[in-house]
């Protein structure tokens, strides 16, 4: 018993190790921006451009290019829409040659050559050569046109997909057209990361905690819990916890990325694991709960023809629990009515959680049996608080077409449906509630800007 109680806190050991290594990714030299984000060309509006533009109190919002009297967000938007390029990048862009979107006092020079087309390391920008490239509305023209050049026609330049090059003493091998695109106009290391901060933090969509993504690559299901992403790896892992694949989003490789991994999601809800040693848990979400003793593994009634046999390092990336014993009465929850009230309340390890909505049994326990018991078997257990909708969840109140989602928490409106939709979700996929049910959750802040 010493023996395999040792075992088991070396176990615990190693996944705080595990977890502590967990870090934020960053920038990948491999992967800068996925081919959609730099060839959406629709992503943004003439008007949608200005207001971004405004809404950074940029010189831009106001400026007109004295040469052809058109304003900067017409030239944006022309541009992009004539070369099939993302309005954003072509921001982006501008941002990180010559720092125009935020500069308080740009200068000619730096709205001459906004977008650093025609410079090289080895010319002047005085030489005659690269003069027809000299002007703002040039320079986005070119800028953008050069972009969609370079995707469009990979036979004609030195970087290929696949293929390892050493770019500022770093191997790089790149991985799609987009990342061979920018360093075909950008040769450099620094130069590209830069480009990819500026596009993560005015572009990359953040999601909301609770929130289900599938990988546009590569198809894999991801959880967002906590600022974290977990992979799902198997289907029923995800069927025993979500009704349908219809509440998943698309997301880039680059959103993805931009959150450490953590635990997978192997196994079913409340499947049982065994390691090697003998120690039997049962898994609760991203949490494994250790049984005891086989006596309390009788006592509550597990199956044993249930067990899955896992090595020890398989339960790494898992948080280990607080252990199950003989009394803890409904280790995987129940449903339980007041005989006398007829209140119905979820019970797990010892608190009983009240639901004060039949829409809240439908939504997450409509094949959970309710057991009916007497007042005095309810006071055995704690009392917690109400059960809430879940993070992700869509909803909408009784008289009123405001759709929230639910996140930490909070109930947070979406300030329009071109926000809503832009964001990738399903109006099918909003339930109705009650406004008692919306009562639970405090006003959140309204989703107002699709990124």
């Not at 023996?3 to 967990?22: A, C, D, T």
């Not at 954003?88 to 979107?101: D, F, G, P, T, W």
């Not at 025609?118 to 920008?125: A, L």
């Amino acid at each position: 018993m010493k023996y395999k109680i040792f075992l088991n806190l070396i176990v615990i050991f190693l996944i705080f190790i595990y977890s502590s290594l967990q870090t934020l990714a960053g920038f990948d030299p491999n992967f800068i921006i996925s081919d959609h984000e730099l060839t959406n060309y629709q992503s943004m509006n003439m008007e949608q451009i200005q207001s971004f533009l405004t809404s950074k109190n940029s010189n831009l919002a106001s400026y007109v290019d004295p040469n052809i009297k058109i304003t900067a967000s017409q030239i944006i938007y022309d541009s992009a829409r004539t070369h099939k390029i993302n309005p954003q990048y072509i921001l982006a862009l501008l941002q990180k040659e010559q720092s125009l979107v935020l500069d308080d006092h740009p200068d000619k020079d730096q709205y001459d050559w906004a977008t650093g087309y025609g410079i090289c390391d080895d010319c002047k920008k005085t030489d005659l050569k690269v003069q027809k490239y000299k002007g703002f509305s040039n320079q986005v023209d070119w800028g953008t046109g050069g972009t969609r050049y370079y995707f469009d026609n990979p036979s004609e330049f030195k970087y290929q997909i696949g293929e390892t090059y050493t770019i500022d003493n770093t191997k790089i091998v790149i991985k799609n057209h987009a990342t061979r695109s920018l360093y075909i106009y950008t040769p450099h290391l620094h130069g590209n990361e830069n480009l990819f901060n500026i596009w993560q933090k005015w572009f990359s969509i953040s999601y909301f905690n609770g929130s289900l993504l599938q990988n546009t690559e590569d198809g894999g299901i991801w959880l967002i819990k906590n600022n974290v992403k977990h992979p799902f790896r198997s289907k029923s892992a995800y069927l025993s916890r979500y009704p349908s694949f219809d509440l998943v989003l698309p997301a880039t490789p680059a959103d993805l990325d931009k959150y450490p991994t953590g635990s997978p999601i192997e196994h079913p809800n409340y499947s049982l694991l065994q390691i090697p040693t003998g120690g039997i848990y049962l898994l609760d979400d991203d949490t494994l709960r250790p049984i005891d003793s086989q006596e309390t593994f009788r006592l509550l009634g597990f199956n044993p023809e249930e067990i899955i046999s896992v090595a020890s390092k398989d339960i790494f990336p898992y948080k280990i629990g607080t252990a199950i014993t003989a009394k803890n009465a409904y280790p995987t929850g129940a449903l339980l009515q007041d005989k006398t009230t007829g209140g119905v309340y979820y019970v797990a390890n010892g608190v009983k959680q009240p639901i004060i909505a039949r829409e809240i049994l439908k939504i997450y326990y409509s094949s959970k049996k309710i057991t009916p018991v007497l007042p005095e078997e309810l006071e055995k257990y704690d009392t917690g608080s109400a059960v809430i909708l879940r993070d992700g969840e869509l909803v909408v109140g009784e008289n009123s077409p405001t759709v929230y989602v639910i996140s930490d928490g909070l109930k947070r409106p979406f300030d329009s449906e071109e926000i809503f939709l832009g964001l990738g979700y399903k109006f099918k996929n909003v339930i109705r509630v009650s406004n008692k049910v919306l009562a639970l959750h405090d006003d959140g802040e309204t989703v107002k800007i699709v990124k």
